[in-house]
């Protein structure tokens, strides 16, 4: 098989892989380490209630996204693959949600009608 110069063969490139700059790999571990040290400074700040709550889940997805998409290499997937692997359990958690508001209101309805006559 010919090719002209400059170019390789399809089997070569394949096998030689993805490469992409270790600057990339370094700036992502940098930003890992600061998301890291501001969830440290929630607790180290006694942040209470639901601004606590909040910001460690906040810097929790943060750093699973960047985990994601540059280490597992979502980033420089297509788009198809991205839906594939994302979109399942985005989909699972808003069940979850939804579930759960409907618990609640489930629990709340049963303590209504069977409290009722209790009074």
């Given at each position: 098989m010919e090719h002209t110069k400059g170019q390789q063969p399809a089997a070569a490139a394949h096998a030689q892989g993805q490469q992409h700059p270790i600057g990339v790999y370094l700036k992502i571990w940098g930003l890992l380490f600061v998301l890291s040290?501001?969830?440290?400074?929630?607790?180290?700040?006694?942040?209470?209630?639901?601004?606590?709550?909040?910001?460690?889940i906040v810097f929790m997805l943060l750093k699973a996204g960047l985990i994601v998409a540059v280490f597992m290499h979502?980033?420089?997937?297509?788009?198809a693959f991205i839906y594939a692997i994302l979109v399942p359990p985005l989909l699972l958690m808003l069940l979850l949600g939804i579930g759960a508001l409907e618990a609640d209101y489930t629990f709340f309805t049963r303590g209504v009608f069977f409290l009722k006559g209790l009074f």
């Open positions: 040290a501001a969830s440290y400074m929630v607790d180290y700040l006694h942040f209470q209630g639901y601004l606590r709550w909040f910001l460690i979502m980033m420089w997937e297509r788009l």
